[in-house]
């Protein structure tokens, strides 16, 4: 057989196989034929919504709300998320659909929704799962299953606890984005800006409830509603949810969370702002190193932590020269600022048996011979735990001005 005939049948092989991968029965998946969901909230079940369950009992049943993007909508740019024809039309002319199905665990609600819509859900592009208070003080491993074992799901989808009921976070419309889902992503990847809420995905979550003792801190979100009537509601994601193994059992503040965050090394921008003799200064993190040690003696645990910030000066609302003197003395208060910050969020997840920082797991790895011998009442131990805080902060940049801006007295001249 000669070599042309060979290729040419070779080609005709390729072909076949080709034409044939799209024909197989099931397996054609276009656009039209499929439900894009960007984000899913999951409630308890208290209204009368739809669901044709058959798992579990009627208290156990479960409230899921699917954003599902318009196909016709791709593409489109606005602020609100509603079209200049929309008027009149309510929901449906919005860009999104939130499907709301009612079911005994999440596999089932998601094959429910096909009685509610004609395409099938699909979550490959899901971007956050919202999950209410309510259900996350009673545990939420058994809700994140379905994540990992599904194969269209992604581990990086972003987890976040909302305060009451978690579909209506999906509802609050966006003033910047057409998707309220979209504009909660975006919202939560913003706040390594400030370092005031954690970064948590399904996989980091599922990681530290894996790890013995460890704990997490998931974001938090709330509703906010203006008294005014014209200003409608708006997201406010601050803070953080504390858990021990799988349920929430307390809230960080913003300041409490970062506190939490310089011992992980986890601060990677914000603002440290300070009282300097009634003179408001702000000073910009540019980066910040924090690490920790521990130690077991004389029955107690004690925690050395160390944290290396340089910052910037980004506003001095003050008079008179800006020396090396003042300097030292910002240095000194931001410091002491940073040492209550840890303090103060050291204390809330001391005293929730939260061990966020990973301090069992440092034993475990590092000093084995002494957690065999503190393993059985770690906890206990845990919460009576001391921590030494050393802080290094370093202004390293004072920015454009040499003076401040008021300092010729509002432009007299001296």
């Given at each position: 057989?000669?070599k042309?005939?060979?290729?040419?049948?070779?080609?005709?092989?390729?072909?076949?196989?080709?034409?044939?991968?799209?024909?197989?029965?099931?397996?054609?998946?276009?656009?039209?034929?499929?439900?894009?969901?960007?984000?899913?909230?999951?409630?308890?079940?208290?209204?009368?919504?739809?669901?044709?369950?058959?798992?579990?009992?009627?208290?156990?049943?479960?409230?899921?709300?699917?954003?599902?993007?318009?196909?016709?909508?791709?593409?489109?740019?606005?602020?609100?998320?509603?079209?200049?024809?929309?008027?009149?039309?309510?929901?449906?002319?919005?860009?999104?659909?939130?499907?709301?199905?009612?079911?005994?665990?999440l596999?089932?609600?998601?094959?429910?929704?096909?009685?509610v819509?004609?395409?099938?859900?699909?979550?490959?592009?899901?971007?956050?799962?919202?999950?209410?208070?309510?259900?996350?003080?009673?545990?939420?491993?058994?809700?994140?299953?379905?994540?990992?074992?599904?194969?269209?799901?992604?581990?990086?989808?972003?987890?976040i606890?909302?305060?009451?009921?978690?579909?209506?976070?999906?509802?609050?419309?966006?003033?910047?984005?057409?998707?309220?889902?979209?504009?909660?992503?975006?919202?939560?990847?913003s706040?390594?800006?400030?370092?005031?809420?954690?970064?948590?995905?399904?996989?980091s979550?599922?990681?530290?409830?894996?790890?013995?003792?460890?704990?997490?801190?998931?974001?938090?979100?709330?509703?906010?509603?203006?008294?005014?009537e014209?200003?409608?509601?708006?997201l406010?994601v601050?803070?953080?949810?504390?858990?021990?193994?799988?349920?929430?059992?307390?809230?960080?503040?913003?300041?409490?969370?970062?506190?939490?965050l310089?011992?992980?090394?986890?601060?990677?921008?914000?603002?440290?702002?300070?009282?300097?003799d009634?003179?408001?200064?702000?000073?910009?993190?540019?980066?910040?190193?924090?690490s920790?040690?521990?130690?077991?003696?004389d029955?107690?645990?004690?925690?050395?932590?160390?944290?290396?910030?340089?910052?910037?000066?980004?506003?001095?609302?003050?008079?008179?020269?800006f020396?090396?003197?003042?300097?030292?003395?910002?240095?000194?208060?931001?410091?002491?600022?940073?040492?209550?910050?840890?303090?103060?969020?050291?204390?809330?997840?001391?005293?929730?048996?939260?061990?966020?920082?990973?301090?069992g797991?440092?034993?475990?790895?590092?000093?084995?011979?002494?957690?065999?011998?503190?393993?059985?009442?770690?906890l206990e131990?845990?919460?009576?735990?001391?921590?030494?805080?050393?802080?290094?902060?370093?202004?390293?940049?004072?920015?454009?001005?040499?003076?401040?801006?008021?300092?010729?007295?509002?432009?007299?001249?001296?």
């Amino acid at each position: 057989m000669s070599k042309k005939i060979i290729c040419i049948t070779t080609v005709i092989v390729i072909m076949f196989v080709s034409f044939t991968g799209c024909s197989v029965k099931g397996t054609k998946r276009d656009l039209s034929s499929l439900a894009i969901v960007i984000g899913l909230a999951i409630d308890k079940n208290e209204g009368d919504s739809q669901g044709f369950e058959t798992f579990g009992d009627e208290q156990a049943r479960i409230l899921m709300t699917a954003q599902v993007v318009r196909n016709d909508s791709v593409g489109q740019q606005g602020g609100s998320g509603q079209g200049a024809d929309s008027a009149g039309k309510g929901d449906v002319g919005k860009p999104y659909w939130n499907v709301e199905v009612v079911g005994g665990n999440l596999l089932e609600a998601i094959r429910a929704a096909t009685h509610v819509t004609n395409r099938s859900l699909y979550l490959a592009q899901n971007q956050v799962v919202v999950i209410s208070s309510d259900i996350a003080k009673e545990g939420i491993a058994k809700y994140l299953d379905f994540f990992f074992r599904d194969h269209e799901t992604r581990y990086d989808v972003s987890l976040i606890i909302a305060e009451g009921n978690a579909g209506k976070i999906l509802a609050t419309e966006s003033h910047l984005d057409n998707l309220p889902a979209q504009d909660l992503y975006k919202l939560i990847n913003s706040q390594k800006r400030d370092s005031g809420t954690p970064d948590c995905t399904l996989f980091s979550f599922i990681r530290d409830y894996k790890t013995e003792y460890k704990s997490a801190l998931v974001p938090f979100v709330r509703v906010i509603e203006p008294k005014e009537e014209q200003r409608s509601p708006f997201l406010f994601v601050a803070g953080s949810s504390i858990f021990v193994e799988d349920k929430m059992v307390g809230i960080l503040d913003e300041k409490q969370t970062r506190g939490v965050l310089w011992v992980s090394d986890r601060v990677t921008d914000g603002v440290v702002a300070l009282d300097f003799d009634g003179i408001a200064v702000s000073l910009e993190v540019i980066n910040s190193k924090g690490s920790f040690t521990a130690e077991y003696s004389d029955g107690k645990i004690k925690v050395k932590s160390k944290v290396e910030a340089k910052l910037s000066l980004g506003e001095y609302q003050g008079q008179g020269q800006f020396d090396t003197e003042k300097v030292k003395m910002l240095e000194k208060m931001c410091e002491e600022e940073i040492k209550k910050e840890i303090n103060e969020g050291f204390e809330k997840i001391r005293e929730k048996s939260a061990d966020v920082l990973g301090i069992g797991n440092y034993f475990y790895r590092f000093k084995y011979k002494q957690w065999q011998k503190i393993q059985e009442d770690f906890l206990e131990m845990y919460k009576n735990a001391n921590m030494e805080i050393e802080v290094d902060a370093q202004i390293i940049r004072t920015g454009s001005l040499l003076k401040p801006i008021d300092a010729n007295s509002g432009g007299k001249n001296e």
